[in-house]
């Protein structure tokens, strides 16, 4: 899933300067006439082949982009065929006045900060233990990622289950440590950890198996060279290992990150299409969600996905920028 | 990320096919250190299998939850054991609300969208992997910087859209979006790449149409990075939750994962029929997870470090 494809602006220039070293010299004006309409009636072919993507692409994906940007600016109820344009108000009543708004960022950011690093320690131990010379290896592969092929809206259904105050799982097992029964959904302070503990468990084996293939892709000879030099395990580790797989935690982290910021689902189906007690679950999406297709408010809408949006992008921008000179590539 | 990264993904996608054929590696290297003592081996094997304990012990609840008579879920600490196992509520569960329809609907959206997003991305992908064109990099640029847009951002517009086709409540709405995937085109596209030159100068001269060469020759020989694509699109299709939730207003249009959560209002704590549609609900994508789980762990791993 990069976002920057390094591989394309690699052989596309190399492309272009293969064409021109080979074209260039002794071209004929009719042979140069002759490659040009060539090109033409490749670029003709070349859209034909594209025309269905780009047809939906340009549709469902480019088209509201543009139409977002300008919904944000006014305000609508999507039913009076007037818009009323309003200029940045949406935005600036957002930032400035609207406490959901920012109870959803709290929120958000609470549940960020809970699933993303939990998760990656998690992963990354699982994935250093399959790592090693075990049996089993696809058993355990198997089992730690069926969690995430099965659908949020099921699997939320079930942890609610076992969620359940009085007869619910969690709660049993906590009693084999002697905790007493605890309130998961019904009471605020639990409702997140709750969110937080069922979307690590669903998340974990994407991680896991990511961080593996970066473990099997780090060159044994590294670590037979460390053994003879007499490195010890963590030596081993710390020098070699968390270095050579720096691009694949960075990987991890922002794509965690970009999906934790847009947590909806689990949140919905957990308290029954509520946000929890008190809000305590209240997320930006939901809070998107709420105001499009319960209040009806469009415009105002749009404004707080551009923002969420904006605030993801910068997120992005400043872990690319922290982790420039901490990641190494082999 | 760095130009490198294209080599680093080059020596995964090897990484990955390893599991394979690592056994005379894993041993020369276990005789190299000979480290793991039988008490390391045993904490490995210990931990790991109290994390595949959590990892499944929400699927056996639920199964367990959902072959129990109401009179046992309502029991605190909970049985494991009971008499007699209740398999009727999975049909009790099946009829209480219209899940035949649910089910063809998600089958009907799944499929078609699996397999017009193959036809889509594979078309593109080969414009983009063998053509030269008038704003072939800006293009793939555009649609690379798409990627970045998050969903959410898209509802609202999009919703509009279909209000005007008057596409609500219609297959249309809950396929005809989703059959385009950049993520699809851009694999296809590398896989694409990847084949040898040679043969597309003998289906040249073979006079293979362009168009039938792409469906006879190029898609079979790409087959593992195609059925990747499929298969993250049917999983992804069946279980699509808040579009759905969107577009549809009645009971006939709504395919599972929607119905389940109009289920739950409607059954609210009778847990264990809740469990048993649970549990029918992801069946088909067990099944389907458990015969092509490797291609799927595979292609995961590829989807990391591309």
Same mark, same amino acid.
């Given at each position: 899933m990069a976002f920057i494809d390094p591989t394309l602006t690699r052989d596309l220039g190399r492309r272009k300067k293969g064409n021109h070293a080979a074209g260039r010299?002794?071209?004929s004006p009719e042979r140069r006439k002759a490659l040009r309409r060539k090109f033409w009636r490749e670029t003709g072919v070349a859209y034909l082949y594209l025309s269905p993507a780009l047809l939906v692409l340009g549709v469902f994906s480019f088209w509201p982009v543009i139409k977002s940007l300008e919904l944000s600016l006014f305000k609508w109820d999507?039913?009076?065929p007037v818009k009323t344009f309003v200029g940045l108000k949406n935005y600036s009543d957002l930032l400035f006045k609207d406490e959901e708004f920012w109870l959803g960022i709290k929120n958000t950011l609470y549940y960020v900060l809970g699933t993303v690093p939990l998760g990656i320690v998690i992963a990354l131990g699982l994935a250093l233990l399959l790592n #090693?010379?075990?049996?089993?290896r696809s058993f355990f592969r198997v089992s730690y990622f069926l969690?995430?092929?099965?659908s949020v809206v099921a699997i939320s259904m079930v942890w609610r289950w076992i969620f359940h105050?009085?007869?619910?799982l969690m709660n049993y097992i906590l009693g084999w440590f002697h905790i007493r029964s605890l309130p998961w959904l019904s009471e605020p302070a639990l409702a997140m950890p709750a969110v937080i503990i069922m979307s690590i468990w669903r998340h974990l084996g994407y991680d896991v198996i990511i961080f593996l293939a970066g473990l099997q892709s780090i060159d044994k000879e590294y670590y037979e060279a460390a053994k003879v030099d007499g490195a010890s395990g963590w030596q081993m580790f710390r020098y070699i290992t968390w270095p050579l797989l720096s691009p694949t935690t960075f990987f991890i982290t922002i794509i965690s990150t970009i999906g934790a910021f847009k947590v909806f689902q689990e949140i919905y189906v957990l308290f029954n299409t509520g946000?929890?007690?008190?809000?305590? #679950?209240?997320t930006i999406v939901f809070f998107i969600y709420d105001k499009a297709f319960?209040?009806?408010e469009m415009g105002y809408a749009s404004a707080g996905a551009w923002l969420l949006f904006l605030l993801i992008f910068a997120l992005t921008l400043i872990q690319f920028r922290v982790s420039r000179n901490r990641i190494h590539y082999s | 990320m760095a130009p490198d990264a294209q080599s680093a993904a080059g020596a995964t996608t090897q990484a990955v096919a390893l599991p394979a054929q690592p056994r005379r590696k894993g041993r020369k290297r276990s005789e190299a250190?000979?480290?793991?003592?039988p008490l390391a081996l045993g904490a490995i094997y210990l931990a790991l299998g109290i994390g595949a304990f959590i990892m499944l012990i929400p699927f056996i609840w639920m199964i367990v939850t959902s072959l129990k008579p109401m009179n046992e879920v309502?029991?605190?600490?909970?049985?494991?054991i009971w008499w007699p196992?209740?398999?009727h509520n999975y049909v009790d569960a099946w009829r209480t609300a219209p899940f035949g329809r649910y089910f063809f609907n998600s089958i009907v959206v799944a499929v078609v969208s699996t397999v017009l997003e193959v036809i889509t991305c594979a078309m593109a992908a080969y414009a983009f992997a063998r053509m030269n064109f008038f704003g072939k990099n800006t293009l793939f640029m555009l649609l690379l910087g798409s990627?970045?847009?998050?969903?959410e951002v898209l509802l609202v517009p999009n919703f509009i859209t279909l209000v005007r086709l008057s596409w609500i409540d219609t297959y249309w709405a809950l396929i005809i979006p989703w059959i385009v995937s950049v993520f699809g085109i851009f694999f296809m596209r590398q896989a694409f790449l990847q084949l040898p030159n040679e043969l597309f100068d003998a289906g040249k001269i073979d006079g293979c149409g362009t168009f039938r060469f792409l469906w006879r020759v190029v898609l079979p020989l790409s087959k593992p990075v195609v059925t990747t694509v499929a298969l993250f699109k049917f999983i992804g299709s069946w279980n699509s939750f808040l579009w759905v939730l969107i577009v549809t207003?009645?009971?006939?249009?709504?395919?599972i994962p929607v119905g389940l959560t109009y289920f739950s209002t409607e059954v609210g704590t009778t847990y264990n029929l809740l469990m048993a549609a649970s549990a029918f609900s992801m069946l088909p994508i067990l099944v389907l997870f458990f015969l092509a789980q490797k291609q799927f762990i595979q292609g995961i791993a590829r989807t990391g470090l591309k």
């Amino acid at each position: 899933m990069a976002f920057i494809d390094p591989t394309l602006t690699r052989d596309l220039g190399r492309r272009k300067k293969g064409n021109h070293a080979a074209g260039r010299p002794p071209v004929s004006p009719e042979r140069r006439k002759a490659l040009r309409r060539k090109f033409w009636r490749e670029t003709g072919v070349a859209y034909l082949y594209l025309s269905p993507a780009l047809l939906v692409l340009g549709v469902f994906s480019f088209w509201p982009v543009i139409k977002s940007l300008e919904l944000s600016l006014f305000k609508w109820d999507m039913i009076s065929p007037v818009k009323t344009f309003v200029g940045l108000k949406n935005y600036s009543d957002l930032l400035f006045k609207d406490e959901e708004f920012w109870l959803g960022i709290k929120n958000t950011l609470y549940y960020v900060l809970g699933t993303v690093p939990l998760g990656i320690v998690i992963a990354l131990g699982l994935a250093l233990l399959l790592n #090693a010379k075990i049996r089993l290896r696809s058993f355990f592969r198997v089992s730690y990622f069926l969690p995430h092929v099965t659908s949020v809206v099921a699997i939320s259904m079930v942890w609610r289950w076992i969620f359940h105050s009085d007869y619910g799982l969690m709660n049993y097992i906590l009693g084999w440590f002697h905790i007493r029964s605890l309130p998961w959904l019904s009471e605020p302070a639990l409702a997140m950890p709750a969110v937080i503990i069922m979307s690590i468990w669903r998340h974990l084996g994407y991680d896991v198996i990511i961080f593996l293939a970066g473990l099997q892709s780090i060159d044994k000879e590294y670590y037979e060279a460390a053994k003879v030099d007499g490195a010890s395990g963590w030596q081993m580790f710390r020098y070699i290992t968390w270095p050579l797989l720096s691009p694949t935690t960075f990987f991890i982290t922002i794509i965690s990150t970009i999906g934790a910021f847009k947590v909806f689902q689990e949140i919905y189906v957990l308290f029954n299409t509520g946000s929890g007690p008190l809000r305590s #679950a209240y997320t930006i999406v939901f809070f998107i969600y709420d105001k499009a297709f319960r209040d009806w408010e469009m415009g105002y809408a749009s404004a707080g996905a551009w923002l969420l949006f904006l605030l993801i992008f910068a997120l992005t921008l400043i872990q690319f920028r922290v982790s420039r000179n901490r990641i190494h590539y082999s | 990320m760095a130009p490198d990264a294209q080599s680093a993904a080059g020596a995964t996608t090897q990484a990955v096919a390893l599991p394979a054929q690592p056994r005379r590696k894993g041993r020369k290297r276990s005789e190299a250190g000979g480290r793991l003592s039988p008490l390391a081996l045993g904490a490995i094997y210990l931990a790991l299998g109290i994390g595949a304990f959590i990892m499944l012990i929400p699927f056996i609840w639920m199964i367990v939850t959902s072959l129990k008579p109401m009179n046992e879920v309502t029991v605190f600490p909970p049985k494991w054991i009971w008499w007699p196992i209740h398999w009727h509520n999975y049909v009790d569960a099946w009829r209480t609300a219209p899940f035949g329809r649910y089910f063809f609907n998600s089958i009907v959206v799944a499929v078609v969208s699996t397999v017009l997003e193959v036809i889509t991305c594979a078309m593109a992908a080969y414009a983009f992997a063998r053509m030269n064109f008038f704003g072939k990099n800006t293009l793939f640029m555009l649609l690379l910087g798409s990627i970045m847009v998050p969903g959410e951002v898209l509802l609202v517009p999009n919703f509009i859209t279909l209000v005007r086709l008057s596409w609500i409540d219609t297959y249309w709405a809950l396929i005809i979006p989703w059959i385009v995937s950049v993520f699809g085109i851009f694999f296809m596209r590398q896989a694409f790449l990847q084949l040898p030159n040679e043969l597309f100068d003998a289906g040249k001269i073979d006079g293979c149409g362009t168009f039938r060469f792409l469906w006879r020759v190029v898609l079979p020989l790409s087959k593992p990075v195609v059925t990747t694509v499929a298969l993250f699109k049917f999983i992804g299709s069946w279980n699509s939750f808040l579009w759905v939730l969107i577009v549809t207003n009645t009971p006939n249009m709504r395919t599972i994962p929607v119905g389940l959560t109009y289920f739950s209002t409607e059954v609210g704590t009778t847990y264990n029929l809740l469990m048993a549609a649970s549990a029918f609900s992801m069946l088909p994508i067990l099944v389907l997870f458990f015969l092509a789980q490797k291609q799927f762990i595979q292609g995961i791993a590829r989807t990391g470090l591309k």
